[in-house]
């Protein structure tokens, strides 16, 4: 193999495994349960058995809590953690944006703002990986359950 | 010596060049395929024979009086001769091609199982069933108001059988079972287990999938009333499974696929139904792959079964013996590599199965990665999967050394 493609596959590991992907891996946040959720989604991605659960907590209009827990790769997980902590404090509607804007990205769909998602963007590497982006959608697929269920109460 | 030792079974090298396959790289490096226990690779003898087929005689087969016709269909049955003797079966009337293992169990899980389990009545499973032979028994029971019971697997991943006859009841009308765990590689005690059930009256079937490919079996000696495999696993096409079952029971059962071929005389008031075997193989069956799976078989046959587990089971003790070497990995399954198949299912660390196959997959190694079909036993176990190398004829020591190498990079990578 030559340097040049060493290189690329080493990049593209390393656009899979960005550090903050790692580290989300490494320290998740909002793991756990809330207290008193409005609503609690179990996911479950049937091919490779990640988990997520997600759990939240409205406060009026906003997403007041957030906590997420389960078991799976470091992409699922820490798809999860990044995702607890991008739309926390967030407005329902806001937080449907984000799920919208990370699911089109994940779709590779042009025209998405990578400024409107922050360090989420670390996730795309996961694109050059098909069989890994089921994993890192599956707590986004999951919190939009948890939000129709919560909503519907 | 060493030398001598090496792989001395079989030779790997002159299997390797029948395998177009093996020359491949992936991601720049040689591939080295450790997924056997999914699907295995075809030699170029299979695939000449698939060729052969469609270039001189592709026909409808059992119908046609044209010579393609009758060649394909003494090619179709001479298949089904060699799958008999293979396995040790009586006579092949009593060999039934399906699509797989799957619809195999189906087959029975319908044309067997609706008549003659009820409700009230007990089926016998093991925590170490692959969902396929476990679903098609889960529905059996749904629809029929059956109770399924479970020989437990022990912390060393071999079946719990200290309280086996406490298991059976009046109630009990099948024990279903793998032959070799494809999860943790198992080998279980098969003839013993079905000599209790037989004493009792119990119909039998083993899911023999991980068995047939890589080591000698004679079904007959097994003593299951069925007993169901595939042909994508020892180096075959996909699309064949094979059904074989006691002839007494076949003839009793009323058919499972209806159509044309299984009937023998067809009225607007109804008909009556076509010999064994084919009163089970409704339209047409899949001719091509049935017909290379025969030179599958006689690729096993040269190299020899024997000889072939020989070699699994040295790779296998090499593979364990470097894993053991290992800090933080976790070995499933028994640890005498004559107790297992060549199946060697591990945890690394904390990394993730799948995290651990990606990595793997970008130095050309080709694992499995989760469940494997077993959710309940990794619930058992503990763990929501595993990372799972399989091996076959034509892997060697050195891919296992690939494996060791990878496992290195993906801790280095993680650190």
Redesign the interface.
């Known amino acids: ?2 340097n040049d ?2 290189r690329r ?1 080493e990049s ?2 390393d656009d ?2 960005r550090e903050i992907i ?1 580290d989300h891996y490494r320290h998740p946040r909002h793991k756990g349960h809330l207290s008193a959720p409005s609503a609690c989604h179990e996911g479950v991605n049937p ?5 997520v659960t997600v759990e939240v907590a409205l406060d009026g209009e906003a997403l007041g809590e957030i906590a997420y827990s389960g ?5 699922s997980q820490s798809s999860a953690s990044m995702m607890t902590e991008a739309v926390a404090g967030k407005s329902v509607a806001e937080a449907r944006r984000l799920i919208a804007d990370f699911t089109a990205m994940m779709r590779g769909d042009e025209g998405i703002d990578p400024d409107a998602l922050g360090d989420l963007e670390a996730l795309s590497g996961v694109r050059k ?1 098909p069989v ?1 982006i089921k ?1 890192a959608t599956l707590a986004w697929h999951t919190l939009a359950e948890a939000l129709a269920e919560a909503s519907a109460d | 010596m060493r030398q001598e030792t090496r792989d001395r079974v079989l030779d790997v090298n002159a299997i390797r060049a029948d395998f177009p396959i093996l020359q491949r790289e992936v ?3 040689p591939l080295v395929y450790l997924d056997n226990a999914a699907t295995s690779q075809t030699p170029r003898q299979v695939i000449d024979a698939l060729v052969r087929y469609y270039e001189s005689y592709n026909a409808n087969i059992h119908r046609a009086v044209h010579a393609l016709g009758e060649e394909a269909t003494a090619a179709y049955e001479e298949a089904r001769e060699k799958v008999a003797r293979f396995i040790g079966a009586p006579s092949a009337e009593s060999v039934i091609f399906t699509r797989n293992t799957t619809e195999a169990i189906n087959l029975v899980a319908y044309a067997w199982g609706r008549a003659n389990v009820g409700e009230g009545d007990e089926i016998i499973l093991t925590q170490m069933e692959h969902h396929s032979n476990l679903i098609p028994w889960q529905l059996l029971a749904e629809e029929k108001g059956a109770a399924i019971r479970y020989i437990e697997v022990t912390p060393e991943g071999t079946l719990e059988l200290g309280n086996l006859s406490a298991l059976f009841s009046p109630r009990t009308k099948l024990l279903a079972m793998p032959h070799v765990s494809n999860s943790l590689g198992t080998i279980n005690p098969v003839e013993e287990i079905i000599a209790e059930a037989s004493r009792r009256g119990v119909t039998t079937l083993i899911d023999g999938a991980q068995a047939i490919p890589h080591m000698p079996v004679d079904v007959q000696a097994v003593g299951a009333d069925f007993y169901a495999f595939s042909a994508h696993k020892m180096l075959g096409p996909t699309g064949v499974g094979v059904l074989y079952a006691r002839r007494e029971l076949l003839e009793e059962m009323a058919p499972f696929l209806s159509g044309g071929e299984m009937i023998r005389k067809v009225t607007f008031e109804g008909a009556t139904w076509n010999d064994l075997p084919w009163k089970f193989e409704a339209g047409t069956p899949n001719i091509a792959d049935a017909i290379a799976f025969g030179s599958a078989i006689d690729y096993l046959d040269a190299l020899g079964m024997e000889n072939v587990r020989r070699h699994e089971v040295e790779v296998t003790a090499y593979a364990l013996e470097r894993l053991r070497a290992i800090d933080d990995v976790t070995l499933y399954g028994p640890d005498d590599p004559e107790g297992r198949g060549g199946v060697v299912s591990f945890n690394f660390g904390d990394l ?4 651990v196959g ?2 793997l997959d ?1 130095q050309g190694v080709a694992i499995r ?3 494997h079909c077993t ?1 309940p036993l ?1 619930r058992c176990l503990g763990v ?2 595993t990372a799972r190398a399989s091996f076959y004829v034509y892997n060697t020591q050195e891919e296992v050394d690939v494996l060791m190498d990878g496992l290195k990079a993906a801790r280095d ?2 650190r």
Not at chain 2, 352 to 355: E, K, R, V
């Open positions: 193999m030559s493609e060493y596959q593209e590991l899979l495994y790692i091919l490779c058995g990640d988990e078991s799976g790769c470091s992409i990986f890994r994993c | 991601y720049g490096k993730h199965p799948h995290d990606t990595i970008r990665a989760g469940h959710q990794m929501t999967g990578f993680f």
